[in-house]
Each structure stands twice: as structure tokens, then as C-alpha cells.
């Protein structure tokens, strides 16, 4: 019997959006349904190629775990014109999707292991489903931290469910903000000040980084000092992704393409990357 020809990775799917749900003020999350009525399966750390028609094609994370859902969810933040065309899209607008692509986090390599998530900003995003998967599976893991900052309360994205996971008895949760009012109560301060107090065994734990390149950097150099290998962290990088499956070069990282090498890369293979600037 001759084998069923492959998907050609540039034909994109088309999608109906079920639900757009405001998050924060330039972000909304997206619940799209396969107009096939087939989602295929997804790890969590892989992204798609969203479409706006008419203007342009951007790689988002996927922020829902595959086994939450039966189409795909995105956060998207409004940050220009196709994301920006892509947060306005409302219940019953279709658009064009492409994946899914890339690298996953190891939340299967991380079983028997403490568990460290460390995230800045909407780089809560792309670590929700490995989140929901080591939650669904909490038998499997040691000691699970999440650790999430923000530039003000405001800013903070999920807020549901990091207080229903803050309430669970076997997960540490920590929030903390660059700056805020006399409304706020919790932690001030740059996320990265928070993991000399979590509680992991750096010889034992998988850490899973993912926010701004600067704070990803300064996240791995104090997982460092902490006593963790550079193999055992993990990144997920943002780069100007077209194609997604190493073809343009726009996402070049030294001599990786993010968006097939990556985007969830071992910090021990790239470190040196990141110290160079414009690269």
C-alpha cells in the first residue's frame, strides 16, 4: 500500500474562534476549533503559525495543554498588526493555522525530579500546558515551584489559575511584580530574586524558563549559582519565525533555527549565544 502523502507544512488549516476571552489589556486568549473537526496532537512548548488574512502570518505558543482541550488555545498579546488583527478576531471569525512546530518542554524527562517553572510576563504562556500537565500527573514529580513576575498587578496574566494552584497543598506558588501601589500585598521585585528561596534540589530538578531574553538570562544565571547544571534548564526562545520549519533563516540563532531546533532549547546550548550581543 502506498504511504499517504505528507502534510505540506505551508498549507495552512482554517479555524473557527469558539471563544476570545480578554486577559489583559493588550492580550486575549483564543480557543480555535479545526474547521476539519482533527486537531493534531501537540506537546506542550510547540507553537503555530497563526494567519490573519489579509495580513500577515506570527508564531504563537500553544497555552493550553493538548489533553485540555480539543482544538488549540493561544494567548495573543496585541504587540502589531497581525497579532494586533489577531487579538481584535471574535467568537465565529475564521483564520488560518499552520503546526504544530518545534520542540517541547521535558515534562516527561522531568518525572522523578523537582520541577522549577520560572516565568516573566506572558511568558506564563507557553508554560501553562507543561504546568497542567505536571499538575495532572503530580504523583510522578518531586516538589513542583511556579514562579511568575510581572511589570505592575495589572500585568498579571492568569490570575484564576495561579490562585487555584496556589491553593493546592503540593505546588509552591510565587507572584511577584517590578513595581505597585499600596494596593498590593505580595512580592515587590524582578522574578529572578525569587529562586534563591524556592524550594528545589538543584541535583535533582528540571528548571523551565520562559519571559523576556534578558530576564531569561539573569533566570539561568541564578539557577546557576543555586548549584543547577546549565543541561537541566531550559528556554524557550522568541525569534522572528516565517517559515517555521528551517527554511528562511529570520529565526538564525548562531548555528540554530528556533523555530526548528527550538523554540525550548538547553540553556548548556546556548549560553554562549546569549552573551553575544545582536545576535
Known amino acids: 500500500m502506498q504511504a499517504a502523502a505528507l502534510k505540506d507544512p505551508f498549507v495552512p ?6 471563544s476570545a476571552r480578554r486577559e489583559l489589556a493588550d492580550a ?33 505558543s500553544m497555552s493550553v495543554s493538548a489533553h485540555e482541550n480539543r482544538g488549540f488555545v493561544h ?5 502589531g498588526a497581525v ?9 465565529g471569525a475564521t483564520l488560518g493555522v499552520r503546526g504544530p512546530f518545534g520542540t517541547g518542554w521535558p515534562v516527561a524527562e522531568a518525572e522523578g525530579r523537582d520541577v522549577l517553572i520560572v516565568a516573566g510576563g506572558l511568558g506564563l504562556a507557553p508554560l501553562r500546558p507543561a504546568i497542567q500537565e505536571v499538575l495532572a500527573r503530580r504523583e510522578r514529580y518531586g516538589r513542583v515551584t511556579i514562579l511568575a513576575g510581572c511589570r505592575s498587578p495589572h500585568d498579571i496574566l492568569y490570575q484564576r489559575d495561579l490562585e487555584r494552584w496556589r491553593q493546592r497543598l503540593d ?12 494596593g498590593w500585598h505580595g512580592d515587590v521585585g524582578f522574578v529572578t530574586g525569587l529562586i534563591p528561596r524556592s524550594p528545589f534540589d538543584p541535583d535533582k530538578a528540571v528548571a ?17 549559582k543555586a548549584g543547577m547544571p546549565a543541561a537541566d534548564i531550559y528556554l524557550s526562545m522568541e525569534r522572528n519565525m516565517k517559515c517555521a520549519i528551517g527554511l528562511c ?8 533555527f528556533v523555530c526548528k531546533d527550538g523554540p525550548v532549547l538547553p540553556y548548556d546550548r546556548i549560553a554562549g549565544l546569549l552573551a553575544v550581543q545582536e545576535i
Open 28 to 60: 486575549v486568549t483564543l480557543e480555535l476549533e479545526p474547521l476539519s473537526g482533527a486537531r493534531p496532537d501537540f506537546r506542550p512548548g510547540q507553537f503555530n503559525m497563526l494567519y490573519a488574512f489579509g495580513v500577515g502570518e506570527v508564531a504563537i
Open 75 to 79: 494567548t495573543v498579546r496585541n504587540a
Open 249 to 256: 533563516g529570520h529565526c538564525q540563532f548562531g548555528p540554530a
Open 208 to 224: 523551565m524558563v520562559c519571559g523576556p531574553e534578558v530576564m531569561m538570562r539573569f533566570a539561568a544565571g541564578a539557577l546557576l
Open 171 to 182: 505546588v509552591t506558588v510565587e507572584v511577584t511584580v517590578d513595581h505597585a501601589g499600596t
Open 13 to 18: 488549516d482554517i479555524c473557527r474562534v469558539a
Open 83 to 91: 497579532s494586533g488583527a489577531l487579538a481584535a478576531l471574535e467568537p
